[in-house]
T-cell receptor, first 114, second 113 residues
């Protein structure tokens, strides 16, 4: 299975600022997924990132708020922009390293906005 | 109606008990079914991956899928305190390199010694 390194593991940020989360995978993968996990809620898909193309955002998520970069097949970043306390959540990246294997998740970034 | 329903618990059982965790879903196109375990302050860890209906066993864990009832289960035999975690069901319409996952809310399990 793939190993994902996600940074930072946690952060406390002031409202109105931005935070960039990094996701590094130890193998090349076609698609990378970014999820949000709010307390007591399901994991919610924010967007799917393919290398060399624009990310595809789910309903309720927009590029201006959550810009994503995917410069190569092993790395992606998610930025949470102009943060408010409602953005306090755990953010997770995920990959599918091989067909019919399942999805691997990073350890998550626990974000608190004050 | 959410696409995937899962009772959040919490569920508390004594060590050695058999644990049953369940999810229901509404989308008949789901074909791939997964169970994840998530310890506090960690990312989800894949436990079981199954395709279509049937059973799959791995050690103390058994996953069951009943597509006719749109119902999936995870059984944990001889539960241990180290099994204390949140268990998430997830499913997708297509194979893992193509499809997005739909998750349940997770069931919080505590196994006490």
């Amino acid at each position: 299975s793939a190993v994902i390194s996600q940074k930072p593991s946690r952060d406390i940020c002031q409202r109105g600022t931005s935070l960039t989360i990094q996701c590094q995978v130890d193998s090349q993968v076609t698609m990378m997924f970014w999820y949000r996990q709010q307390p007591g809620q399901s994991l919610t898909l924010i967007a799917t990132a393919n290398q060399g193309s624009e990310a595809t955002y789910e309903s309720g998520f927009v590029i201006d708020k959550f810009p994503i970069s995917r410069p190569n097949l092993t790395f992606s970043t998610l930025t949470v922009s102009n943060m408010s306390p409602e953005d306090s959540s755990i953010y997770l990246c995920s990959v599918a390293p091989a067909p019919n294997y399942g999805y691997t998740f990073g350890s998550g970034t626990r974000l608190t906005v004050v | 109606q959410k696409e995937v329903e899962q009772d959040p618990g919490p569920l508390s059982v004594p060590e050695g008990a058999i644990v049953s965790l369940n999810c229901t879903y509404s989308n008949s196109a789901f074909q791939y079914f997964m169970w994840y375990r998530q310890y506090s302050r960690k990312g989800p860890e894949l436990l079981m991956y199954t395709y279509s209906s049937g059973n799959k066993e791995d050690g103390r864990f058994t996953a069951q899928v009943d597509k006719s009832s749109k119902y999936i289960s995870l059984f944990i035999r001889d539960s241990q305190p180290s099994d204390s975690a949140t268990y998430l069901c997830a499913m997708s319409e297509r194979g893992s390199t193509l499809g997005r996952l739909y998750f349940g809310r997770g069931t919080q399990l505590t196994v006490w010694p």
